[in-house]
């Protein structure tokens, strides 16, 4: 069995041509069935999953760390592709997302927003009975049982206004990873990735968006956390690998990201990941 982690985009909600919406999968795969965890969807994450082989049919669940938009824009496409592309004699099974409270009702509008494009397609295909299922787990703190080989937990993150918003912790094998997704640092956080072997964590460049002379983009600031805050929290936590991902201002592609390594790597001595959208970690028990 094998833990490994792909950035599956590494982008912000600023659009660009290279890096897609905020997505990572944690994959736990080599044994009788393997598991795939979506945490968040942002846009272009189907054609991202596209581009390693797999697709929504695929998904074991989808964990959601908030209801920014840029963290869902492409969860009404996970649900209406996982819908159309189960062919027969298999039936659609329901996709399962987890996610903090007002999920349930994102849910809801987005399959009400799809409403005719559910009856065209029913209409049309015989083959096509039933609405897409979704199954929404709403979830504040502790353990999250989906009946997987898996073993997750969540807990509170702070991303205040935005609120509540949730990190994940997925087990197995002695192997561990924790998803955060926007947030300061936090004891939640700090409780969630305790000992892990890698924290998944988004973050922004504050030495740098702080120099802009824009208002919505300063407002950024005080809830994410830059690569020395997300180090800091590594570090504090016992991690293994600190793997960073949403960077704010982008990073260009091909590039190394030393500056942001560098950042990172003045308070947390161990391993430390970035890169381009499709960049994957293999995680071991001790890594």
Not at 140 to 151: H, I, P, S, Y
């Amino acid at each position: 069995m094998s833990v490994s982690i792909t950035l599956l985009g590494t982008g912000s909600p600023m659009p660009s041509p290279d890096r897609a919406g905020p997505a990572t999968l944690i994959s736990v795969t080599g044994g009788a069935v393997d598991e795939h965890y979506l945490v968040d969807a942002g846009r272009g994450v189907l054609m991202r999953l596209a581009a390693i082989g797999l697709g929504a049919t695929n998904l074991t669940a989808v964990l959601l760390t908030h209801l920014h938009s840029d963290h869902i824009t492409d969860l009404n496409d996970v649900i209406t592709t996982r819908w159309v592309m189960t062919l027969p004699p298999a039936e659609p099974s329901p996709l399962v997302v987890v996610g903090p409270v007002g999920t349930r009702t994102v849910v809801d509008h987005l399959l009400a927003s799809l409403e005719p494009d559910i009856g065209y397609r029913i209409a049309h295909h015989d083959d096509l009975h039933v609405a897409p299922g979704v199954v929404v787990h709403e979830v504040t703190d502790g353990r999250v049982d989906l009946g997987g080989e898996v073993d997750i937990s969540c807990a509170p993150t702070d991303h205040r206004p935005v609120d509540p918003t949730v990190g994940y912790r997925l087990e197995h094998d002695g192997a561990s990873v924790a998803a955060a997704g926007d947030t300061v640092p936090c004891e939640g956080l700090d409780r969630l990735c305790a000992g892990a072997d890698a924290l998944v964590h988004t973050v922004i460049r504050k030495d740098l968006i702080g120099q802009l002379p824009i208002q919505r983009m300063l407002d950024t600031l005080d809830y994410h956390s830059s690569p020395e805050e997300a180090a800091q929290t590594a570090a504090r936590a016992g991690v293994g690998t600190l793997v960073l991902t949403h960077y704010v201002p982008p990073i260009p592609t091909g590039g190394d990201g030393a500056d942001w390594r560098a950042l990172a790597a003045a308070h947390f001595d161990g391993a430390i990941e970035l890169g381009d959208d499709l960049h994957r970690i293999e995680i071991t028990k001790g890594t």
